[in-house]
Each structure stands twice: as C-alpha cells, then as structure tokens.
C-alpha cells in the first residue's frame, strides 16, 4: 500500500466550477498536511497547510483534514485557467521527523 | 515569505564529469534540507535529509557516494553528482524547513547528462 495515495487523473474541470482534490495517506500518527502547486517544468509552491480536523480556507482554496478517515482534501472555489497544474498531496508521515512523503499528484485542466 | 535560492537552474554537463547545485535560505535559517529528484511525469522522489552540521541521511536506493551532499552553514547546502551519467538526468528539487517555517522549495535544477 502507497503511503499517500492521490488520484492522478487528468481532472477536468470548467472554469468557474469548484475542483475537488483527494489524497489519503497510510499512517495515522501523520500530524502534518500540506497542498502544494506544481507547473509544468517548475518547482513546487506551497498553497495550503493543515494540522487539525476540519476545514482551512485562504481565499478560493479551502482544505479539509479528517484524520479518523486518513484522508485530506483541497477545494478550489471559482475555478480559473491559471489553477490548471499539478497538485501535489505531502503528509508529514513521521511523527518528530521533518520529512515529507508526497502522493504521485493530480492534474488538474480547467477547461475555459 | 520565505525564500530558497536553488542554483543553477539548467545544467549541461558532459558524461563523467561532476556538477555541483546550491541551494540557500534567503532569509530564514533552514536547520533541515531535503534534496529530492524527479523524473518527467512523476513525483518528487526524496533523496536525502541534511541537518546542517551533520552527515546526510540517504533514503534507500541512493548512493551516498555519487550524490555527495553537504550542509556546511544554516543558509547553505549542496548537492554534487558526480560521475554523471545520462541517467541521472533529472529535475533536482531542494526544500528547506527551519524553526517554525514551513517547507519552502528552491526553483529546481534541470541536469542533462549528454
């Protein structure tokens, strides 16, 4: 079993509508979550952190946590063109340890 | 925000020599460096975690040897593959994590080993 599993797609989503983004990860002692951006030939960028239950908004981007399902999740509201990338799902699997595990990503196409 | 520096952002190198990329913290003190490396159309694969003032610690199937990774100072790592091959083409990727800091990821590296 994938450590953090995330579906790669291709998502297909029209502008203007909301993406929903899945990832779910193997370990339940997993204290960090985090939603990063990816284009195409460039480095990650982090959009989103989350370390308790519920949802975490910042402007169109809302992540959920529900760590008794292991699973987090990204909405992008008011779906724009430029959101069109690769979204990397990374949970901090080992608990007092730094590193980040990342899920295979998403693609994301939002379709004009 | 935080920034990390990550140099240089294409490379070129010919087949056995060495190249060497850096990757600095602008403006926080990073205390952990990953070095991760990914191919076309799949994820970042972690390579290795550098504490600074401390030996690298490799992830399995990474050879310490041919990617010699150095954390000299809080605001500067390295990483140098040497002996490249064409195999080790590839999109290198440092992350930096400092006292409350969240990951923050260099630009990246495009080495093509020719």
């Known amino acids: 079993q994938k450590e953090v599993e995330q579906n790669s797609g291709p998502l297909s989503v029209p502008e203007g509508a909301i993406a929903s983004l899945n990832c779910t990860y193997s370990d339940r002692v997993s204290q960090s979550f985090f939603w990063y951006r990816q284009y195409s030939g460039k480095s990650p960028e982090l959009i989103m952190s989350i370390y308790s239950n519920g949802d975490k908004e910042d402007g169109r981007f809302t992540a959920q946590l529900n760590k008794a399902s292991q699973y987090v999740s990204l909405l992008i509201r008011d779906s724009q063109p430029s959101d069109s990338a690769t979204y990397l799902c990374a949970v901090n699997l080992d608990f007092g340890n730094e590193k980040l595990t990342f899920g295979t990503g998403t693609r994301l196409t939002i379709i004009p | 925000g935080a920034v990390v520096s990550q140099h240089p952002s294409r490379v070129i190198c010919k087949s056995g020599t060495s190249v060497k990329i850096e990757c600095r913290s602008l403006?926080?003190?990073?205390?952990?460096m990953f070095w991760y490396r990914q191919f076309p159309k799949q994820s970042l694969m972690l390579m290795a975690t550098s504490n600074e003032g401390s030996k690298a610690t490799y992830e399995q199937g990474v050879e310490k040897d041919k990617f010699l990774i150095n954390h000299a100072s809080l605001t500067l790592s390295t990483l140098t593959v040497t002996s490249a091959h064409p195999e080790d083409s590839s999109f290198y990727i440092c992350?930096?994590?400092?006292?409350?800091?969240?990951?923050?990821f260099g630009s990246g590296t495009r080495l093509t080993v020719v």
């Open positions: 403006d926080f003190q990073a205390t952990t």
């Open positions: 992350s930096a994590a400092g006292t409350g800091q969240a990951y923050t």
